[in-house]
């Protein structure tokens, strides 16, 4: 690892005008290729200390050895050079996209004498028209069949046309009518060519000429009774229709566009492209790459431009480019593109209408492609045995971690605090063993004394489950019965529901409140505190049991334990095992900010590589904790938010809340009414009156709420308690 400090150029020496830089390793390699307005002010970023970094960032600078940089006139001489960096050298740190497949092209080579329509892939060539890409190469022989009524192009091979010119005799597609077959002299090259021409201008998306053109042919020859030739035209313009139904209309005023759409996490991002010619989506591409440098959404964008448009020229750039966000210097940019097109480009954010539209369209197709990138990615058995392996490595475990656990706090500042714990088995998750806490021994927000509550009540319920089994028993001591150090087992569970906690058996479905007294909950304020004995006390409220020689319940640990947060929350795991006299389980932390991995008693961090899969599957696991807690939490949150003083009511159900609600406006004014009043509402009597009045008057005030915008008060005026 090299010192930054040890290749840092005096700030003299560095010019404060627009360049282009790059770092070097040891061995002389280009590891990364950037680009800045002032090379002075961008490089000084690099060389900070290295705590202040991004743990991308400075995995980079202390992997170089030196930096070098090249002065150029404009912003847009600096990307033009950038992007031919980054193409001549293949920087390990610097984001590339890849396709995830080779898309098939429509091509027509106009490069040849007699030109040829036909599927293409791989990189263009010059003097070859491209339409698309397209998502499968069926789709483009189903459009080129049928446009070959209408425009009867070559579309043979080299060896076939050449075998038909020796032999005098066309292809079958000669016979049918489908190919002018130049090959025979049917027509010379200059009509072919002409053909060709008219096929790429229809592809382009000047349509409406030639079906215009068609249809007045088709009725002269209707007028002249030549009625077959007339019938003929009729098929050609219902061939062209539905050539252009496959791609149907997204945009209006046959606008010409690119799309561009960013999904991103920590680690990765999908990049989705709708090409859209003559106001139709004329094709679709994706890419996913792994975010190698510390890049955001502007950032991504601009890579995927470069990607898409470097070694583009003309109409292959068009007029307008639609994008998430601008990038950092959008001006160069939409210049760049200008020079590469020859004329104007636009390059913007759909704010209105179709395009914005249709902008939700591309993102949602980019966040499915992140989503299925990475469940392939974590569905194959070989990446989950090695990011198990990479775990077990980093943590210093003895084995694998087949069962891993991880918890998560969620709250509203303060308010419905709730935990979650999801399981992993062989890296996969397994919802029917999901459980959710309700925080019981303190009120407020305190994530610290949260974690240690939920670890304490989880391993307290596996505890009660091994003694019950008789497999450990007590050792009695001076102080209270302490449970014995026990031995992880490997046996896989099929835990019964839980009074304290419930399954998640459908994934993000909404859960149901958890209100169930905890009978082995942490006791008001013994959090943090010494050890006491395990409750052994049989819950009054559970379900009989059966021995069916399933583990019940919490039966089965895990080998790791896994807490979102850093230091602290490790801390106040690993205490409340150390008080039930766990310690076989490790237990480690996700910081979610830099993505670093936290061992207890540890002043530093585990900091795994960037492409670890061992890292990925930390992430989807701790991803899962804080989707499942904040799931739960909205859940309570409503139920909270919907309930209401009358709920109180005994006999007062929703058709008669709904009539008083009605009858007073408000709440509010019903609290202000009498009984006379209330009774005046209707299918409300004296008694009831009464029993409304009574509960009125004893709920507590509900908190005002504040509108955080303007900072007033929000009035009481709806149907239940403010929001």
Known sequence: MADPSSYRPKPGQIPDSPGVYKFRDEHRRVIYVGKAKNLRQRLANYFQDLAALHPRTRTMVTTAASVEWTVVSTEV????????????????????????????????????????VQVMRGAKKKGVRYFGPYGHAWAIRETVDLMLRVFPVRTCSAGVFKNAARTGR?????????????????????????????????????????????????????????????????????????????????????????????????????????????????????????????????GLVE??????????????????????????????????????????????????????????????????????????????????????????????????????ECFDISHLQGDDVVASMVV?????????????????????????????????????????????????????????????????????????????????????????????????????????????????????????????????????????????GGQPQVAAAKRALDELGIDDIAVCGLAKRLEEVWLPEDDDPV??????????????????AHRFAITYQRAKRAKRIRSSPLDAVAGLGETRKQALIKHFGSVKKLKQATIDEICEAPGIGRRTAESVAIALASAAPATPAVNTATGEIIEEDDGGSTT
């Open 424 to 564: 992993f088995e062989d890296g996969l998750a397994r919802k029917s063993e999901y459980r959710r806490f309700q925080i019981k021994g303190f009120e407020g927000q305190d994530d610290v004394r949260s974690m240690h509550e939920v670890i304490g009540r989880r391993f307290k319920r596996y505890l009660q489950e091994k003694e019950r089994t008789g497999e450990w028993e007590e050792t009695p001591a001076p102080s209270g019965p302490v449970p014995a150090p026990h031995t992880a087992s490997t046996a896989p569970a099929v835990p019964a529901a839980d009074p304290d906690t419930t399954p998640d058996p459908v994934g993000p479905t909404p859960d149901p409140v958890d209100t169930t007294p905890d009978p082995v909950g942490t006791t008001p304020g013994s959090v943090g505190t010494t050890p006491g004995p395990v409750d052994t006390t049989p819950d009054p409220d559970a379900e009989p049991r059966e021995d069916d020689g399933r583990p019940k319940r919490f039966a089965y640990p895990p080998q790791l334990v896994v807490v979102d």
């Open 77 to 116: 001489e600096a990307l033009q050079l950038e992007y031919s960096w980054i193409k001549e050298f293949d920087p390990r740190f610097n984001v590339k996209y890849r396709d995830d497949k080779s898309y098939p092209y429509l091509a027509v080579t106009l490069n040849e004498e007699f030109p040829r």
């Open 303 to 404: 890579h995927a431009l470069q990607q898409l448009y470097g070694e583009e020229t003309g109409d292959s750039v068009p007029k307008e480019v639609l994008v998430p966000a601008l990038p950092e210097h959008p001006d160069a940019v939409s210049q760049w593109l200008a020079d590469r097109r020859g004329s104007q480009v636009s390059l913007r954010i759909p704010q209105r209408g179709d395009k914005k539209d249709l902008m939700t369209t591309v993102q949602r197709n980019a966040q499915q492609a992140l989503g299925l990138h990475k469940t392939k990615r974590a569905s194959d058995l070989t990446t989950r045995s090695r990011a198990l392996e990479e775990i077990a490595e980093a943590l210093g475990l003895d084995t694998a971690p087949l069962r891993i």
């Open 170 to 298: 066309p292809c079958l597609l000669g016979y049918i009518g489908k190919c002018s077959a130049p090959c025979v002299g049917r027509v010379t090259p200059e009509e072919h060519r002409e053909l060709a021409v008219d096929f790429c201008d229809f592809m382009a998306g000047r349509t409406g000429t030639y079906i215009r053109r068609l249809e007045k042919d088709m009725m002269a020859a209707a007028e002249e009774m030549e009625y077959e030739r007339a019938a003929r035209l009729r098929d050609d313009v219902e061939a062209l229709k539905r050539a252009m139904e496959k791609s149907a209309v997204v945009l209006a005023d046959a606008t010409d566009a690119d799309l561009i759409a960013v999904a991103e996490d920590d680690l990765e991002a999908a990049v989705q492209i709708f090409h859209v010619r003559g106001g139709r989506v004329r094709g679709q591409r994706g890419w996913v790459t792994d975010k190698v440098e510390n890049v955001d959404t502007s």
């Open 607 to 624: 900091v795994l590589p960037r492409s670890s899969e061992g890292l990925y599957l930390l992430q989807r696991v701790r991803d899962e």
